[in-house]
């Protein structure tokens, strides 16, 4: 049982304390409760407790992190794309705390899955080129990475032709590129789950407004500066938005609607952070709003103006 901190829940927007049993959240309410159910409940001093992070997109290129990096840096799952092999080795060192969600390379045969040892199969990957190359959409889950406009358009052209397929098997797109203006529209009617990078230059609150399905892949090594990126950037979300594709979303992406909340009966995937101040942050066309009202019922995130250190995160111990 933790208290004495802030606790992200849309069970309770107030909530300042959080138990857990056998792996699960079991608990989110008031300190007074918390201390009632557990008087060697651990005080917080003040601290935030979220979901881990999300890395939706993380590929095996040789400059990837590394399972202890990335939960170092406060990520709780990654979905891992590249050779099977990279696959094992990388799930084989990474700490217990870490899932890890695998998409093989399959090549031209999307049909033969590789094994990638110990990580949880997602489903494969592939390259829009050798997408754009099978004679029929596969009956299973493929996650397809695209680097340039041109390819873009075209696997947004054939997932029209494949479309009931493509979404009855949770079929994905990692885009490797500034998404143009001209794509929003088909991104959204597509109905594919979208992971891409924050930190470019994106048409984000765009993206949203057409319905698409987003997570992020990182290049920073502070998952919140990218979060910070698609909130303070020239189409920015609002930070609840951009946390939720952190976590919520990425969940969803892989199949796991339930995932990325701290709620009872959830997956007790915590982390814990220092920050300056928590604050409710609304998207706005002209200037980035943030307010400390509490009368406004949103669980608050930590301020992510360029004046402000970003969380830093301390073990729950």
Known sequence: MYFGGDVYSSADPF???LGTTDGRVSFIGSDEAALAL?????DLGGDFLTPGFVHAGLVLDGQAPTGAELTDRGFSHVHVLGPAEAISTFAAAAPAGLEVIAYPEAGARADALPDPGTAVVGGVSLSAEDFLG???APAETLYVRVSST???RSVLDRLRDCAAVA???GYRLLLD???AADDVEALGRSGIAITLDPDRPQPLARLLSAGTQLSWTYSQSSPWASVRSAVLGE???SARAAFNAATRFAHRAAGNPEGGVLVPGARADIMRWQVERLVVQVSDPRVAAWSTDPRSGTPGLPELSDTVPLPTR???D
């Open 15 to 17: 909530a300042t304390a």
């Open 38 to 42: 557990d008087p060697a409940a651990l």
């Open 134 to 136: 099978l004679d029929a």
């Open 150 to 152: 041109p390819a873009l």
């Open 167 to 169: 979404q009855r098997h």
């Open 177 to 179: 590129l500034d998404v």
């Open 235 to 237: 189409d920015g979300i």
């Open 314 to 316: 301390v073990g729950l």
